[in-house]
């Protein structure tokens, strides 16, 4: 099983509606939770954290459950420039070989997201 | 202006010729790290460096090597490719290794190995 699993998509949808990603993660010592954007063959970009209390910005609305290991985006009236592929990650503490604790990013495959007109 | 660089861009090479992607930040971050992304996969961590001198292996360390000799850089050495490489790279880099510091990618580097 993976350890960040998201529903690849694509998801197709027109301007203005709401759109709802989801994503689970298996390790339950994961400590903080992130959304990043991607654009076609671009580097991943931070989109915001994902906090337990649930935050929003703008559009954009993350919540995060601990007790059933998922999280997720929504995005409000959806506009074009939204097409992208969204990544849930999930970063938990890792050890290096000498012991050294490190912040540990594991990412999900991707969630396609088009808007079209 | 604050970023990650890498070099080449895009690489296409054959089996076994020698061959290295430079990556390069100008933030002062302690920690980089490099992350091969393929279809279905998502991003897996190569390598990676909490600090000059101090490289360690990532989730698929196979077939890679590091460097870690200046803070700024950190260069993927691919010392005999092979095609299962073919990959889009990128380099990434955090102020620390912790827990919340947000990671900065670079641009990527495309590279098919025939």
């Known amino acids: 099983r993976k350890e960040v699993e998201q529903d690849p998509g694509p998801f197709n949808v027109p301007e203005g509606a709401t759109v709802a990603f989801n994503c689970t993660y298996s390790?339950?010592?994961?400590?903080?939770f992130f959304w990043y954007r991607q654009d076609c063959r671009k580097e991943p970009k931070l989109l915001m954290s994902?906090?337990?209390s649930g935050n929003e910005d703008g559009r954009f609305t993350a919540q995060l459950n601990r007790a059933s290991q998922y999280i997720s985006l929504l995005i409000r009236d959806s506009k074009l420039s939204d097409s992208a592929t969204y990544l849930c990650v999930v970063n938990r503490l890792g050890a290096n070989a000498g012991g050294t604790s490190y912040g540990k990013l594991t990412f999900g495959q991707g969630t396609i997201l088009t808007v079209h007109p | 202006e604050a970023q990650v660089t890498q070099n080449p861009r895009y690489l296409i090479t054959v089996t076994g010729k020698k061959l290295t992607v430079t990556c390069s930040q100008n933030?002062?971050?302690?920690?980089m790290s490099w992350y091969r992304q393929d279809p279905g996969l998502g991003l897996r961590q190569i390598y990676y460096?909490?600090?000059?001198?101090?490289?360690d292996k990532g989730d698929v360390p196979e077939g890679y090597k590091v460097s870690r000799k200046e803070k700024r850089n950190f260069p993927l050495i691919l010392e005999s490719p092979s095609p299962n490489q073919t990959s889009l790279y990128f380099c990434?880099?955090?102020?620390?290794?912790?827990?919340?510091?947000?990671?900065?990618f670079g641009p990527g580097t495309r590279l098919t190995v025939l």
């Open positions: 933030m002062n971050h302690e920690y």
């Open positions: 994902v906090y337990s």
């Open positions: 990434a880099s955090s102020r620390r290794p912790r827990i919340t510091d947000t990671q900065y």
């Open positions: 390790n339950s010592a994961s400590q903080s």
């Open positions: 460096s909490m600090n000059v001198e101090v490289t």
